[in-house]
């Protein structure tokens, strides 16, 4: 059998504390070997993100939009990346979890969660060769690319349609640097939604080796309006 390559490149937007994570995850996955039989955890080879390790705080989304900065915010653009390469390879995935919020720049259904140390990625060689994993990245994306010899895998994707989840909430905060009565949304809401999909990956004799669901549930993002909270007396000059 002959050797093949595949690769993965997701389009990223990161700030520049998001890009030092970036980084730092691609080193430390890029060179991995899976022998035969293997298992890579995202999460056991880039392992706790720390400020001790250069991991800056950056921004990650919460239960309902609220977004946070935490030490390694922005690498689950790298366990998407890794995902969709893999995914697209054959090779099984033990582990996956979808982010809480819909992400438009991903395949649909097809992103990847990441939290140390419970959310991981985990998938498992199950052909009789090695394989690498090599990651690159620009100021713009992120690419993951797998060598090996090549066993013979056909992958198909069935998606099913989006359902509607739970809807969204108006969420009110007062800003006194506007005067009562100024009001405008700051951020627009959407409604949860979920998807699930269905991976089937053949051998080279046409045998149905896999087939395997994978359900994302999406929470919803709420809509924040802005109220001005300044008596008329405290405006400035």
Request: with cysteine; proline share 5%; hydrophobic share 30%.
């Amino acid at each position: 059998y002959g050797f093949f390559n595949i690769s993965r490149t997701e389009a990223i937007c990161i700030d520049p504390q998001q890009r030092i994570c970036l980084e730092l995850a691609c080193k430390a996955i890029d060179g991995t070997i899976l022998n035969p039989g293997d298992e890579f955890s995202f999460n056991k080879i880039v392992g706790e993100r720390t400020p001790e390790k250069g991991y800056q705080p950056a921004i990650v989304y919460q239960t309902g939009g609220k977004s946070e900065a935490e030490a390694g915010g922005g690498i689950c653009q790298v366990a998407t990346t890794v995902f969709n390469a893999v995914y697209e390879a054959g090779y099984p995935i033990e582990r996956r979890n979808n982010h809480s919020l819909y992400i438009a720049s991903y395949p649909e259904g097809r992103d990847a969660a990441i939290a140390y140390p419970d959310i991981d990625l985990v998938w498992r060689n199950d052909t009789e060769s090695d394989v690498l994993l090599r990651m690159s990245y620009t100021n713009s994306s992120v690419s993951a690319t797998l060598y090996g010899v090549d066993p013979g895998y056909e992958v198909t994707t069935v998606y099913g349609e989006w359902e509607e989840g739970e809807p969204y909430r108006t969420v009110v905060r007062k800003d006194p640097d506007y005067p009562i009565g100024t009001e405008f949304i700051e951020s627009s809401g959407a409604n949860g939604r979920s998807i699930t999909i269905v991976r089937t990956v053949k051998d080279r004799n046409g045998n149905i080796i896999q087939e395997k669901e994978f359900h994302s549930n999406y929470q919803p993002k709420n809509e924040v309006k802005v109220q001005g909270s300044a008596e008329p007396s405290s405006e400035r000059e």
